[in-house]
C-alpha cells in the first residue's frame, strides 16, 4: 500500500468517527479494515497512526481552533476537519511526513473528497498551523 493509499484509508476512519460513538467506531473500523484486505504490516500502521492521533485528538483540535479564528470546530465541514486533523497529525507528530507532504496531501485530499472550496480552507489553516 503507498503512502497515499494510507492517508486516504486514514482519512475514511476519521471520518467516519464522526459518526459513531466511541464503542461503535472500532467495529466500523474492524469492518472496514477487513473489507480493505490490507496486509498485517499496512493494517498494524494504519491502527498505529490512527490510535496515536486520536491519542492527541484535544491538542490537535486546539491547533485547528487556533488557526480558523471565527470558526467553531463544529462549523467546519466533516470532510474538512478530517483531513485537516490528519494533516496536523502528520506534520507535528509523525516524524515520518516531511510538513510540505502533509499539507499538500491534505490539499489533494480536499480536492477530491471536500466541498468546492474545501481544498482553499484547508490550505489557509495548516498554512497558518505549520507558520507558528
Known amino acids: 500500500m503507498t503512502r497515499r493509499e494510507m492517508r486516504e484509508c486514514m482519512f475514511c476512519l476519521l471520518f467516519q468517527n464522526e459518526f459513531y460513538p466511541a464503542g461503535e467506531f472500532e467495529e466500523q473500523r474492524d469492518i472496514y479494515l477487513e473489507e480493505k484486505k490490507l496486509s498485517d504490516a499496512d493494517e498494524t500502521e494504519i491502527r498505529h497512526k490512527l490510535e496515536q492521533l486520536i491519542l492527541h485528538l484535544p491538542e490537535i483540535d486546539?491547533?485547528?481552533?487556533?488557526?480558523?479564528?471565527?470558526?467553531?470546530?463544529?462549523?467546519?465541514?466533516?470532510?474538512?476537519?478530517?483531513?485537516?486533523?490528519?494533516?496536523?497529525?502528520?506534520?507535528?507528530?509523525?516524524?515520518?511526513?516531511?510538513?510540505?507532504?502533509?499539507?499538500?496531501?491534505?490539499?489533494?485530499?480536499?480536492?477530491?473528497?471536500?466541498?468546492?472550496?474545501?481544498?482553499?480552507?484547508?490550505?489557509?489553516?495548516?498554512?497558518?498551523?505549520?507558520?507558528?
Not at 111 to 130: H, P, R, T
Open 62 to 132: 486546539g491547533k485547528i481552533k487556533g488557526a480558523s479564528r471565527g470558526w467553531k470546530l463544529d462549523r467546519i465541514a466533516r470532510a474538512e476537519l478530517a483531513i485537516l486533523r490528519l494533516a496536523v497529525y502528520e506534520a507535528g507528530y509523525d516524524d515520518g511526513v516531511p510538513v510540505g507532504v502533509a499539507v499538500n496531501e491534505a490539499v489533494e485530499l480536499a480536492k477530491k473528497y471536500g466541498g468546492e472550496d474545501g481544498y482553499s480552507f484547508v490550505n489557509g489553516i495548516l498554512g497558518k498551523i505549520v507558520n507558528e
